[in-house]
């Protein structure tokens, strides 16, 4: 039994966590966010560099052919920075998926290039309604009914649905089922939209640990600084409280998403149920950390210029992905009792 | 990282459930005790805590030179957990606080005579911080020492000792230093309970179960019975407590009765129709059963933090305290809520639904968010420890 991760998952953790100290800061994001696709081509291209974006490629692909047990400490890096590029879609729910149903020709099309920056992928499963960066994808992965297609982006019609995150921009995909984009059908290929499924609700659950984090330390920053009434804010039970509550919930929801990781990495029977008490636990935790950062700022923190939105929206866009805390709370239920 | 129990530790399990097996006996194991289920009240279950004692299990995370086995606190969490889910009486205070206590602070003198003891489990403790006017704020305790001779007069009260009516000896903390700032004047002492002065009278409580006040009335303690240094007492206890936010609350039970809320929503029907279909029932039990994932989790990480021999992390067992206390009490409402009518019925009655267990566990865990540091205290701990926030007292 071993609950803590090896020097070398914290190491690398560590290497990302410097990188988005220096090149994504809020300036940065607040940069992307006013771009025209959301997000950033250089820095994509140096994370390739990092091997954060083929991190799930095998290495006979050019990626570092690691874990989810890795995957969760950059992703909850990559939330507490905002990172506005498409890490979810591409590294930790399209690569996998064409590593696991893609044929050889397409994982040596697409893996490549994926590990080297070079290809973002968009993944439309049946029950998710819109499909993030997918004006930035060059190759969707979409689900219809017990099949599975990759299919390019100029052989769709992508609908902009404006959503609250200037980076995570979101569309409706119209297309056509055809013979030539065929991934997987039958079993395989609703075996392979569960396992995506999960692994968009860990690494969003992921990285809403590290937008929580990110919003807690703003928080806690500002209780340490604002004086009223003569003395810090921080130093107030009412408002110390809240914040080591939101703490808490942050704290609690992190094992549960290891633990999720794990289930995912090692494809234990109970990862559906592994995984939704993640999400549901995280996506509370995230709304939590939302608004009690937002109390502790006061009227500051609801200004455009203040950065706490760029947190917030993310916390609750990422909050509502992959099944809100409502939806995974229902899996759970069925696993837990089950119907009669 | 894995979340799997190695083969030694899963073999460790299976000997200890073996061993709970050939000592099962209905006057020791009662989980209707609830949390007071892990005190050594009775000659029985003290003969059953010697056995473990004989086994070597009382000293599995002690130095080797006073009789322990120098392994990981994983063993003692595994056994402490196996013991807590049957409701039997646990590795304690005396292992724990006394013990542990003694071993880093303690004379060689103190560490002769009660070391071995207590893992033969020959002596069973009461620990006295609480007074009249010290609940959360227990710095301010005003149990007065007096120099007098080789020794200490002690005059005062303590209150909410549990175990004063059975144990030997009591672990107490008196005010040695009135000038010196309330952290910096206390003193901890080992005082047998039979000694003359001393007065211990009950306090019956909402849970059935006995707690105790006790008088001192110039009761005198040797200088050999200092724990440590004079004045140093309240650092001792700090330490102490962080240990026992994590001891005190194990998770098993709040399993065993997530277990008995489930088995009743997926068996029982209310106005003929099945509990399994009532969406908000199912909706309070998903909640539920991921919280227990969570606490189990939460407890696995502290376990790790504090099996490389170091002291155990002070957040984390306010973090877990806070939560799993909370939890138990949120359970101990829906099981309330979803027995419907007869959840009022009293524990062992033959119709009451989940056997009575919702009544007294609803009844019993109303304390648990108090004792060991309330709530509100342990918000101030994670506030001020790990957020870095200003003290406000």
């Keep these: ?340 | 990282m894995d979340f799997e129990l190695s083969p030694e530790q899963v073999a460790f399990r299976e000997e200890v459930e073996r061993f709970l097996d050939e000592n099962d006996d209905p006057e020791v194991f009662d989980v209707t005790r609830e949390n007071m289920a892990q005190i050594v009240d009775t000659p029985k279950k003290r003969e059953f805590m010697r056995k473990v004692g004989d086994r070597g299990w009382l000293g599995i995370t002690w130095p080797k030179e006073w009789g322990g086995q120098e392994s990981d606190g994983v063993y003692e969490y595994l056994l402490n957990e196996a013991l807590a889910r049957r409701g039997g009486p646990q590795i304690g205070k005396g292992v724990g606080i006394i013990g542990k206590t003694i071993l880093a602070h303690g004379s060689e003198r103190l560490k002769r005579e009660f070391l071995p003891k207590i893992l033969r489990n020959e002596v069973e403790f009461a620990v006295g911080y609480s007074e009249p006017d010290a609940g959360s704020d227990a710095a301010s305790m005003k149990l007065r020492a007096t120099r007098d001779g080789d020794g200490w007069r002690l005059n005062g009260q303590k209150t909410w000792t549990t175990s004063a009516h059975f144990a030997e000896w009591y672990w107490v903390g008196a005010r040695t230093d009135p000038d010196a700032p309330k952290h910096r004047g206390i003193t901890l002492f080992l005082v047998p309970l039979d000694q003359p002065g001393i007065t211990i009278n009950p306090i019956w409580t909402m849970g059935d179960e006995r707690t105790n006040d006790v008088f001192f009335d110039e009761v005198w303690v040797s200088d050999d019975y200092v724990v440590g240094e004079v004045n140093r007492g309240f650092q001792y206890i700090s330490e102490a407590l962080d240990l026992e936010r994590f001891t005190m609350f194990t998770f098993s039970p709040i399993e065993q009765r997530m277990d008995v809320l489930r088995e009743y929503v997926a068996t029982e029907t209310r106005d003929d129709q099945p509990l399994a279909d009532d969406p908000v029932v199912r909706h309070d039990v998903a909640r539920l059963a991921t919280d227990c994932e969570v606490a189990r989790v939460l407890g696995l990480r502290f376990v790790a933090k504090s099996m490389k021999g170091g002291a155990p992390p002070t957040t984390e067992a306010s973090e877990y305290k806070l939560f799993a206390t909370e939890l138990s009490k949120r359970l101990a409402n829906a099981s309330m809520d979803i027995g419907g009518p007869g959840s009022q019925l009293r524990v062992k009655t033959e119709d009451a639904p989940m056997a009575g267990r919702a009544e007294s566990t609803y009844r019993y865990t109303v304390i648990d968010t108090i004792g060991g540091g309330a709530s509100e205290i342990q918000k101030n701990i994670i506030a001020r420890r790990k957020l870095g926030l200003p003290k406000n007292f």
């Excluded at chain 1, 995570?168 to 997987?184: F, I, K, Q």
């Excluded at chain 1, 203040?306 to 992905?321: E, F, I, N």
């Design chain 1, 1 to 340: 039994m071993r609950f803590a991760f090896t020097e070398d998952q914290l190491l690398f953790r560590t290497t990302v966590r410097e990188f988005l100290e220096k090149e994504c800061t809020p300036a940065d994001v607040r940069a992307a966010w006013a771009s025209a696709s959301g997000w950033s081509t250089e820095r994509w291209a140096k994370l390739a560099t990092l091997g954060v974006t083929g991190l799930t490629v095998p290495e006979d692909h050019g990626g570092l052919g690691m874990d989810e047990l890795v995957l969760v400490l950059v992703l909850e890096e990559s939330g507490r920075a905002a990172l506005p590029e498409p890490i979810v879609a591409t590294t930790a729910v399209g690569a996998p998926l064409l590593r696991d149903v893609g044929s050889e020709d397409l994982r040596e099309r697409w893996l490549g290039a994926v590990s080297a920056g070079r290809a973002v992928l968009g993944v439309g499963l049946a029950s998710l309604p819109y499909v993030d960066h997918a004006a930035s994808a060059d190759l969707l992965l979409l689900q219809r009914g017990d099949e599975l297609h990759a299919v390019p982006r100029d052989e769709v019609t992508l609908v902009a649905q404006p959503a609250l995150d200037g980076a995570r921009r979101l569309a409706t995909v119209e297309w056509e089922p055809g013979a030539a984009t065929r991934l997987a059908t039958g079993e395989r290929a609703v075996w392979a939209a569960e396992y995506a499924f999960d692994r968009g609700a860990l690494a969003t659950a992921a990285q809403l640990l590290g937008v929580s984090q990110q919003l807690i330390t703003m928080a806690v920053e500002h209780a340490r600084h604002r004086v009223q009434f003569g003395q810090p804010i921080g130093a107030f039970q009412a408002v110390k409280h809240m914040l080591a509550d939101a703490l808490l919930q942050l704290e609690l929801a992190r094992p549960v998403v290891y633990r999720a990781a794990y289930s995912v990495a090692r494809a234990v029977p109970e990862r559906p149920l592994d995984v939704s008490m993640a999400k549901a636990f995280a996506s509370d935790a995230a709304t939590l950390a939302c608004r009690v950062a937002l109390q502790t700022h006061g009227a500051i923190g609801y200004t455009w210029e203040h950065d706490l939105h760029l947190w917030m929206k993310r916390g609750w866009a990422l909050a509502a992905a992959w099944g809100d805390a409502a939806w995974h709370r229902a899996r759970v239920g069925a696993a837990v009792v089950p119907a009669s």
